[in-house]
Structures are given as C-alpha cells and as structure tokens.
Nanobody, 126 residues
Framework: QVQLVESGGGLVQAGGSLRLSCAASGRSFSSYVMGWFRQAPGKEREFVAC????????YYADSVKGRFTISRDSSKNTVFLQLNSLKPEDTGVYYC???????????????????WGQGTQVTVSS
C-alpha cells in the first residue's frame, strides 16, 4: 500500500503562486509514477501533470503548460506541483495519485492510478 497526503493548498489572488506537496509512505516511492489531478466544483476530475519515477519525464495538461511544474524528491518521498500565474479557472481540489511502473502516455488517465490522496483545496480569486 501507498499512502499519499497532500498539503500546500490555499486561497490566492489571480496571478499568484502556490506550491503543493504530496508526501508518500508505504512501498518504495521510487517505483511509482506520480500524478496530479484536480476537480473543479460541478466538474469531473481532470489530469494536470505526471512525472516518471526517475523524474526525467513529465506530461502536462495543455491548460497548465508553462505555468505549472511537477517535480519529485525521492529522498524525501515527496512530489511537488508548483503553480504559477494562477487563474480563477485553476480553482479546485487537487489530488495526488500514484501508479506503479514506467511513465506512458496513458498516465493522463485517472483510471491508471492505484492510490489517491485526500486532496487539497486551491482557490484563486479574481
């Protein structure tokens, strides 16, 4: 089992920044693809970004490319999501997820992930 705990969410004005963290415990963190998803009020959960277990490959949703950066520190069993140039449409609950194995294009699918955190709220005011 892998346990995931997100933190770092909050209320920020448009144009501001936040850094989300996801602390993992349990099985070897380094063997897992890590992803971030988000769910806005009244909408389905959507893919944001993911990173390979080496940290060398990443995928981003088109809506966040150039503004968000995913990274990981395997020595601390933590994955990060840096959110810059935030927009009101970035508002939502952000979830961290883990999937064992190598990073493939299917990692953008919610169904690919085995483990999920409880989520952290990000609210961007206009």
């Amino acid at each position: 089992q892998v346990q995931l705990v997100e933190s770092g969410g909050g209320l920020v004005q448009a144009g501001g920044s936040l850094r989300l963290s996801c602390a993992a415990s349990g099985r070897s963190f380094s063997s897992y693809v890590m992803g971030w998803f988000r769910q806005a009020p009244g909408k389905e959960r959507e893919f944001v970004a993911c990173i390979s277990w080496t940290g060398g490959r990443t995928y981003y949703a088109d809506s966040v490319k150039g503004r968000f950066t995913i990274s990981r520190d395997s020595s601390k069993n933590t994955v990060f999501l840096q959110l810059n140039s935030l927009k009101p449409e970035d508002t939502g609950v952000y979830y961290c997820a883990a999937r064992w194995g190598v990073l493939t294009p299917t990692a953008v699918r919610e169904s690919e992930y085995e483990y999920w955190g409880q989520g952290t709220q990000v609210t961007v005011s206009s």
